[in-house]
């Protein structure tokens, strides 16, 4: 498996993110780094000069800059002297779980070097992406909860419908080993129990048979892909999913 990087991070922008990185010159004033800062939400910028970024001016620099002179003037003083030298640079390619030591200290880091910047990455992007990336897991996870909890509260022996179940399939299936246990389930096999057990389930379930039956055939496709490492967190189909975990939940919190 491969890792996420820092570009992975970089790439998963919003339609808000700029396309390039946002930088002040050095020789502009606090003023004008602020406004740059505001506009578009930064806490901090790359401060550029005819060699490269120079550093980083932020919030707590300028404060910093405020705090130290008795007539600070951020219309009149370069941005220069609210200058962080010393931000940290990584390259694309570098591991982001790398960087949790790093941002457990610092808020931001560099992307590129301080001739080419490719972008910054902050503590909220990681978590924003990581966050993105869980996302199905997390919601596939508490379908597979929410069907095991709509069995167990709606089936009077479950262990005896298990039988049942699967009895026709590994007749016809010499490789076929049926699951002993709920936890063992795939979706084929959750959609499986579900509709040869519809009687007892809860009424709602056959009244959206059709529906029920396409949503854990295509939500168990998206499970066998992700957990597969056949696709990425990004080419789900998070509509769906939604749905699905919305409609599997909800009727496991009425039984």
């Known amino acids: 498996m491969e890792f996420f990087t820092a570009d992975d991070v970089l790439s998963h922008s919003t339609a808000a993110s700029p396309d390039e990185p946002v930088t002040v010159d050095i020789d502009d004033s606090i003023q004008r780094a602020l406004e740059i800062m505001l506009a578009n939400d930064f806490d901090q910028l790359p401060v550029e000069s005819e060699y490269g970024i120079e550093g980083v001016v932020t919030y707590k620099s300028v404060a910093r800059y405020v705090k130290s002179m008795e007539d600070a003037s951020v219309e009149e003083t370069s941005v220069k002297i609210a200058l962080n030298t010393s931000p940290r640079f990584v390259d694309p390619d570098h591991d982001i779980f790398e960087l949790f030591e790093t941002f457990a200290e ?41 069907l095991r909890h709509i069995f167990r509260e709606s089936v009077a022996d479950v262990g005896q419908c298990f039988e049942n179940a699967f009895a ?18 795939s979706f084929d096999e959750y959609r499986l129990f579900m509709m040869k057990n ?58």
Do not use: C, W
């Open 106 to 146: 610092d808020d931001y880091v560099l992307i590129g070097d301080s001739d080419d910047l490719r972008g910054i990455l902050t503590r909220y992007d990681i978590l924003y992406f990581l966050e993105v990336q869980v996302d199905p897991f997390l919601k596939i996870g508490e379908i597979e909860e929410s």
């Open 168 to 185: 026709e399939r590994a007749k016809h299936d010499d490789r076929y080993d049926p699951p002993e246990r709920l936890e063992d389930f």
């Open 198 to 255: 519809l009687d007892q389930m809860p009424p709602r379930l056959a009244e959206d048979r059709s529906m029920v039956e396409e949503l854990l055939e295509d939500i168990g496709d998206t499970r066998n892909a992700l957990f597969h490492f056949r696709a990425e967190a990004k080419e789900v189909d998070r509509d769906q999913l939604d749905l699905a975990h919305s409609y599997f939940t909800g009727i496991a919190n009425t039984v």
